[in-house]
């Protein structure tokens, strides 16, 4: 075997350049040739990729983003599209199987989210040969304890806390921040207990606002008259996104911003206490990666170099304590991963006197 | 003279700490007792204060917020309450002449931004002993070529446009960034050009929304698929803000969210690209201050006790140069700072290929 | 149940605080009382202790150091003192169970590193009720995968190669980082790998300098003009450490200063570049504590409370794969961790084209 | 006018990319091609360099080093090399001028610190048409009030002494770090007054050992058993480096490794508490530069091509106050920039209690 592909797919995560890097040098090593896809699995249908040198990946363990770039148009076998102002859905398979046979690849590496991961599936079970890589900033993915790009985020989260803490302190304010995560709380529950925030709203478990400006309250007269509310984007509360809009407001949820400004708004009206709202959003996707994940990212690309001389299709590498393994990616796309309202993590959170509304 | 009251008040900065600690080392050595008054002048009203000790100021250099806290209801020479459902204004002056009388001060050294500053040239004007010192994260403050708080806000915002940089390019995206600035843009014009920012949106330069979504079409036919835009929360399109509802829209400004979400929303709309926005908010308040202003807030904090011993009243400290200098308050006040639309900077900006809209 | 008492012994580690202030705050939920102990063992002898109020752990969670002091004269039941110039052992169980009696404990959480530990276990052999947390910089601890301070000492490690890089290629320079690490060369390793060095010296392998001097004139033939070597302190040569000093010295290796040094000093002589070392020292020690790591260390802190609740003694706290787990201080104890020479991340490494010399 | 040379020479300073950025894209505005010539002035005379595109300079703000190499063989006017085991010095005028002359430049911006400047004073005086660019990490340079390069350094500094803070008291350890600074002690001094060093010692100022242990047990006395203790390399104990020897070593100073390492020896022996070294070495020339540095390289970048297009020969561009200016090149290289012993910020330190031997 001697031509491996690489693409990589969906949302940015700091960590995929440190894959594709230690894929070349470690086909290199095995005398294969790598061959980078540009922007997912639409490089293969349009034909835009090219061999990759050592000078390609020359600087780029410690950059955050993608060479190969990350932007595509959807699932090449049931894309949809606008047509005539009608969604359709359209199957490139043809054009994709055409473009993979002009590549002339043994494998194929893809990295990337659930998104990317099922269309490899896809792929494997008609008989290609892929190797699948996790990424995911949310840490939503199963199979593995965990991927790189979340340690990252964490970074940029936890950073963000702290900063707001002596402001919040310092003038009597409760401080929301908006952090990642539409299904998965991952990012604003380890944030928010690294942080040392107060009160912790994730998807996983709907919040009452009530018990939220409680707990506000409760901590003004302790005298700890601030609060930091870590807040997911898809958190949401008991009874549905409405109740946080104005008395007689046309307006929908979408037009008032998102949860962690609602939130802010909603403790400000009621708590009797100034509110302000930071959104993090995509700066939380970039930047220089931690080197926790420049280590497994690395060990990743690496390893699936690895899977595919081993002539492991149909997997997907993962992190398993301290162990590098490959696992089916059936089995790591069964169920998504999320927080565990009654786990250790969460009890133990209770416990330090975290409210999760 | 033996003792010196120190007060912070108004918006935080980093850098409020390193004030305070070199202004008790200061009078430490000097053989006079300084007294931390909280939340500033109101503190002086309800005698909130102690004579700061060794104690209290271990370990706060490094620290952002401020030991005193800054949390005040308003000027006490004219505050305005709400009284029945009506907002009137309040007369202070006794009680705060009562109070300060009682605290038996031979000076008073207030950290403050304008507002702080106005009133400590009041009591200057009322015959009382006081020393500014200057403090605002958005560098609008005249008399001074700087003060501290605005190099950390710069790196909090530049290392936020460095993240965006990355996952912008790999995605393809618009990067709203919002920055602090209600009437001052300095924070966006040098953290935008620091971090390479393509469309700078400051309220000193109204922009044309027309012109920044050609900057973004341009950059793209250039084969730059994406663009980093760095808006001031005080920036202003041209004709004014409701250029950006929606047609038809009822809803006011304010409800739509800031400035940095509504261009982000616009030139998404308009320029056939997805955008995003980062709202950073108070976090550009937090955090360790830099080596900079750590530097520069010891100086000043040492400088306004010299001052008090050399019974420069009605100054405040200064940087001119590499210089601390004592600048007359009327002068620092009269004039506030902005960017010059037509100075150096921008201009240089301009050249460097950066669009202000 | 009603008290407990913690305290920190051994080298300094961030997330120390974090482990005690999620002790006092999860002991609080439980109803319990946690007593702080001053300087290890040490303050059990001394009768220096307090009980730890919410007010002793405010603002601790993301600071470095340890509230209780770790500085601490050696192991109770056989300490090495000095007296008439002799070095003898003195044993001072007899104070030390004295003082426990007096502190009237219900149970006791040690947190240290293999020393602290090991003692741990003695009490708990003599029938003292205590549990362990682990702590350690290197990650030599055995029966986790994991433990708390390791990864923020990465973090200072892979800055500094992060930094070495632009200025070692602008300027053609080999540089040497000697990072922590006498037995264990996971920090080395580990932070080699995520900075992308080219050469990585660690105990566990001992290196040729010829080896390393030949990987670093091949990387200049291909163009390569400079190269980063990460070594650990306890590095060691084949054929021992005499082989780096100069022909007819007199001068021990102590002497010639730290393993880092030596080696530049080596290569600079022998290769035809300059080189120059970096020595970070403590600085790893230090530091606000990694998100990840505050994680861990809260996780430990409340965990070795539940672990109290639960009659868990003799046991240690740990972490496999994502969850907290009680493993036997016997078990954790056996087997010093070291890095496998042929593990699968030095083998992954080794085909990244990294030279261990 | 229509072709511009650009190089940099001597030590790395984060923010040389900034300079080179900005003048690439300055000229570009204003019709004129930019080359950049390789490794300082050694590409002029080896004919290596090239017209800078767009290209080379896209992604480089942020980015340490310099993309243009500054490892040069010294002045080509006056060269030292051996010949037959002999120096010799070699002038390499002819060659110069011959490659000066087939580049075909109408101007030539030359970015260093004194040695780089000096030939370019010595290059206008011979009548070619240079620019100068100041870059000291020491900021030992006269004529401007700063320049970049010396922030960032400040920031790798100032968080190594953070970082000692809290091990050095954790444990009860004196910890010393070594940083740059030959000649001039402004990092020393500034690192740390902004860290919170205790003592600060630095070339401008002879130290005296004994003042340096008593300045170390009085705070033990105070009940403050660490101290932090900021030295510069070229910092010089009154009576000579030889005092630092052991009694009857035949050691050169050399040969004990740097004075950091020395001073943390004899403290260690004579105050009778453990002290540590960090040498932090060339970290300090690296990493990412901070926003001041950015902007100021930029400014720079830009100016010196206006310099060009203005016929501002022999001139370098510096910052005074928040203006940026032209001055003439004798006049910045008449008498380097040092610490003034007497000056308001070494005074200011001792009044915080700062100890400086």
New interface residues.
């Given amino acids: 075997m001697k031509r491996i592909g690489i693409l ?1 797919g969906g ?2 995560a700091p960590g ?1 350049n440190a894959v594709i890097r ?1 894929a070349v ?2 086909a290199d ?2 005398g294969r040739e790598m061959v980078g896809i540009m922007d997912g699995y639409d490089g293969i249908i349009d034909g835009r990729w090219r061999v990759l040198t050592a000078e390609d990946i020359r ?1 780029i ?6 060479i190969l ?3 595509n148009r959807g699932n090449p076998f049931g894309r949809k599209v606008m047509r005539d102002g009608q969604e359709v859905i359209v199957d490139m398979s043809d054009a994709f199987m055409a473009g993979f046979e002009q590549m002339r690849l043994d494998a194929l590496i893809a990295v990337g989210g659930d998104g990317t991961l099922r269309i490899a599936l896809e792929l494997c079970q008609k008989g290609l040969p892929v190797v699948g890589v996790p990424k995911t900033i949310d840490n939503d993915l199963g199979g593995t ?2 991927t790189f790009g979340f ?1 990252t985020a ?7 806390i ?12 409760v ?1 929301v ?1 908006e952090l990642m995560g539409r299904d998965a709380g991952f990012i604003a529950l ?2 928010g ?4 925030a107060d009160v912790i709203l994730i998807p996983e478990i709907p919040f009452d606002l009530n018990v939220v400006c409680r707990a506000v309250e409760e901590r003004a007269q302790r005298g700890r ?1 601030f609060s930091i509310i870590a807040c997911s984007e898809g958190a949401r509360p008991v009874g549905g996104a409405q109740m946080l809009a104005r008395a007689g407001d046309q ?1 929908t949820a979408e ?3 998102g949860m962690g ?1 609602r939130v802010a708004d909603w403790v400000g009206r009621n708590c009797g206490m100034e509110a ?13 990666p ?3 994940d ?2 497994l990212a ?2 990743y690309g ?2 699936a170099v690895r899977a595919v001389a081993a002539d492991h299709f149909g997997c997907m590498v993962a992190l ?5 393994v490959d696992v089916p990616l059936t089995e790591a796309l069964a169920v998504p991963k999320r927080v565990d309202p009654e786990g ?2 969460v009890q ?1 959170a209770r ?3 975290i409210v999760f509304g």
Avoid: N, Y
């Avoid at 702290?162 to 304010?173: G, I, S, V, Y």
């Avoid at 302000?276 to 220089?288: A, P, Y």
């Fill in positions: 990589t949302g940015d995929l230690a040098k470690t090593h095995q600087g363990l410690s950059r955050g983003g993608t770039g990350a932007a304890d965990v340690d964490l970074h940029t989260a936890t950073e963000a702290d900063k707001l803490h002596t402001t919040a302190e310092a003038h009597h304010r401080m921040v380890h944030s207990v690294a942080g040392g008259r307006i037009r008032l911003g400004q302000r709202c930071t959104v993090l959003g995509h700066v939380q996707r970039g930047g220089v931690s080197p926790f420049r280590w690395t060990r690496a390893g398993h304590g301290t162990r590098l250790e993590p133990m416990e330090l006197g």
